[in-house]
């Protein structure tokens, strides 16, 4: 059964580093991470595809960098410079296979605190 799942989160001072990882069971055409905060929507904040066109929400641009890795059917989101209102559970969202269904992992917690 193909699904995704995310592992990484956790709590990390402001200013600080995490890497959230995304496992798939299928071939990765499209990934996205979303994030929703305490009383938020659920907001995109960066997507890849075919490994290599990235897109980024204005509020992650030069902190976070999403990549994948095509041969081991994984994505990561790299954040650098956290900041308290990055606190969210991040979900994965991908288009993977043949037929590019999409799928959405659980999320993970991410707390930035000190």
């Known amino acids: 059964q193909v699904q995704l799942v995310e592992s990484g989160g956790g709590l990390v001072q402001p200013g600080g580093s995490l890497r959230l990882s995304c496992a798939a069971s299928?071939?990765?055409?499209?990934m996205a991470w979303y994030r929703q905060g305490p009383g938020t929507e659920r907001e995109l904040v960066a997507s890849?595809?075919?490994?290599?066109?990235?897109n980024y929400a204005d509020f992650v641009k030069g902190r976070f960098t999403i990549s994948t890795d095509n041969a081991k059917n994984m994505g990561y989101l790299q954040m650098n410079g956290l900041k308290p209102e990055d606190t969210a559970v991040y979900y994965c969202?991908?288009?993977?296979?043949?037929?590019?269904?999409?799928?959405w992992g659980q999320g993970t917690q991410v707390l930035v605190s000190s």
């Open positions: 890849i595809i075919r490994g290599e066109y990235t």
């Open positions: 299928g071939s990765i055409y499209y």
């Open positions: 969202n991908a288009r993977l296979g043949f037929m590019r269904r999409e799928y």
